[in-house]
């Protein structure tokens, strides 16, 4: 059976990384990309194409991947004349993944469905460096008959390939997932500054937290910086903000109320207000030990 023809938004750090990971196992891939074309020329390099659209890219390709920042980017690739649902066809797939809002992602998915398309929502895990080495972590959902056909390609991409139910549920448990660290970052986060205040050394602190059950990996990502001034956890304010907050506004979609994702969404608003825009979640130990008393 033939490789399907693989159309690719978004080459970004991540996005470029998997577009390797794919040419390099043998998939024919063409690319949009945005205003930075470096990822771009990167894919053309080894034998890529570019589409002059969303909708040729739809038009010329198998299997449609979106990997981008935000919903209203999903979105603005997807709808509009020139868009992925102008192009989309019978039997056709759409992957997004990114960390989306499940309610945007089914709407879109209804949307493409009435073309005979099929859209999953296929949210990452890892880094780019992992991309590079088609050992990310996949949360895909959608039907499970698309999702079989795609299989042998996410297999190619990711090292844990997981299908976790209907349309939505990749991007849920994403949120859930970003919510859950970025909580526990803030919190590791102010320990650390509330012991810097009351005159505890650092490594003190760590021993005992690291000793008992509060043990995480995002308490050692904290710590990292904390301790060693090193960066192990790249993931920057901004995408922290953005995600807590999609997690709000999936909370309140439900008609539920979040009410530990507040501090965390507000934290993580001052900082940026406050010119930490671009600084990496672990970077919060220093705004936080600056500004503890207000």
């Keep these: 059976m033939s490789k399907p023809s693989i159309g690719f ?168 997932n970003n919510f859950f660290a970025m909580t526990t970052a803030m919190a590791m986060s102010e320990a650390f500054a509330m012991g810097d205040a009351a005159g505890v050394p650092r490594d003190k602190l760590y021993g005992v937290l690291a000793a008992g059950p509060n043990h995480s990996g995002m308490m050692d990502f904290v710590k990292a910086w904390a301790m060693d001034g090193k960066i192990d956890l790249a993931f920057s304010l901004d995408n922290a903000a953005k995600d807590v907050g999609y997690y709000r506004a999936m909370a309140e979609e439900m008609g539920a109320h979040s009410r530990m994702s507040g501090c965390a969404a507000e934290t993580l608003a001052e900082a940026l207000r406050n010119g930490f825009a671009g600084h990496m979640v672990p970077e919060m130990v220093d705004y936080l030990s600056r500004h503890l008393k207000g």
């Design 9 to 176: 938004i978004g080459l970004g750090l991540m996005g470029r990384a998997m577009v390797e990971c794919l040419q390099k196992a043998g998939y024919d891939v063409t690319v949009l990309g945005n205003r930075d074309r470096s990822g771009v020329e990167e894919a053309l390099s080894r034998g890529g194409s570019e589409a002059r659209s969303a909708r040729a890219l739809a038009e010329g390709c198998d299997l449609v991947m979106l990997c981008v920042g935000t919903s209203e980017q999903v979105e603005s690739r997807v709808f509009g004349e020139d868009g992925v649902l102008a192009g989309a066809r019978e039997g056709q797939i759409v992957l997004d993944f990114g960390t989306s809002l499940p309610g945007s992602t089914k709407r879109i998915g209804a949307e493409l469905a009435e073309k005979g398309a099929t859209y999953l929502d296929a949210p990452l895990g890892r880094t780019p460096a992992h991309a590079k080495e088609g050992k990310l972590n996949i949360m895909c959902a959608g039907d499970e008959a698309a999702y079989a056909r795609v299989k042998p390609v996410l297999d190619v991409l990711g090292e844990n390939v997981f299908h976790l139910g209907p349309l939505g549920s990749g991007h849920t448990i994403k949120l859930i």
